[in-house]
T-cell receptor, first 115, second 117 residues
Framework: AQKITQTQPGMFVQEKEAVTLDCTYD???????LFWYKQPSSGEMIFLIY??????QNATEGRYSLNFQKARKSANLVISASQLGDSAMYFC????????????FGKGTRLHILP | SQTIHQWPATLVQPVGSPLSLECTVE??????LYWYRQAAGRGLQLLFY??????ISSEVPQNLSASRPQDRQFILSSKKLLLSDSGFYLC????????????????FGPGTRLLVL
């Protein structure tokens, strides 16, 4: 079974609109961490935001926020006021437990921002 | 601040030739190190990870190998490349586990594009 599911292979959004990228996860461990990464066409993976399973509040980093719904095992990324530079591949990822060796990545969502 | 370097940026190699990709990290000590491969338009596949010098864990049995000769140096190698080895290779580092509140964010290098012909 997939640990991280990103159901949107591709999305087209008008510039300046808000964007929600979906991510659901599967784990039985009560302690885990969730990450979002951005991969522009250059290929580099850029860390965007982190949410711990015990964090009481949703994580925010500038225009990025993580809509963490623990009961639904959902960790959607919200980008406010999208910009052309937001066009990229976005990956959701999870660290299970307190293991420091592995992060499991989803298959990604390609986001296209339209002018 | 920490930086991670990979080279070469691009490599074209014939089938059956050897491979050596290098990754170095600056500005941190005893990092966890990782090698990933990404096929075109696909997700990331973890190949190897290391929690210390000489300590290598393999995720996928194949014709690739990894070594960590120094604390902040991670090398991906092959004796004979296959066509299926083509892809984008990413190196990453993370801070080792520190107890409660551990995050484990991985930070990636710029990657190496490998084309095997």
């Amino acid at each position: 079974a997939q640990k991280i599911t990103q159901t949107q292979p591709g999305m087209f959004v008008q510039e300046k609109e808000a964007v929600t990228l979906d991510c659901t996860y599967d784990t039985s461990d009560p302690s885990y961490g969730l990450f979002w990464y951005k991969q522009p066409s250059s290929g580099e993976m850029i860390f965007l935001i982190y949410q711990g399973s015990y964090d009481q509040q949703n994580a925010t980093e500038g225009r990025y926020s993580l809509n963490f719904q623990k009961a639904r095992k959902s960790a959607n990324l919200v980008i406010s006021a999208s910009q052309l530079g937001d066009s990229a591949m976005y990956f959701c990822a999870m660290r299970e437990g307190n293991r420091d060796d592995k992060i499991i990545f989803g298959k990604g969502t390609r986001l296209h921002i339209l002018p | 601040s920490q930086t991670i370097h990979q080279w070469p940026a691009t490599l074209v190699q014939p089938v059956g030739s050897p491979l050596s990709l290098e990754c170095t990290v600056e500005g941190t000590s005893n990092p966890n190190l990782y090698w990933y491969r990404q096929a075109a338009g696909r997700g990331l596949q973890l190949l190897f990870y290391s929690v210390g010098i000489g300590q290598i864990s393999s995720e996928v049995p194949q014709n690739l190998s990894a070594s960590r000769p120094q604390d902040r140096q991670f090398i991906l190698s092959s004796k004979k490349l296959l066509l299926s080895d083509s892809g984008f290779y990413l190196c990453a580092w993370s801070v080792p586990k520190q107890g409660r509140g551990f995050v484990g964010t991985q930070y990636f290098g710029p990657g190496t594009r490998l084309l095997v012909l």
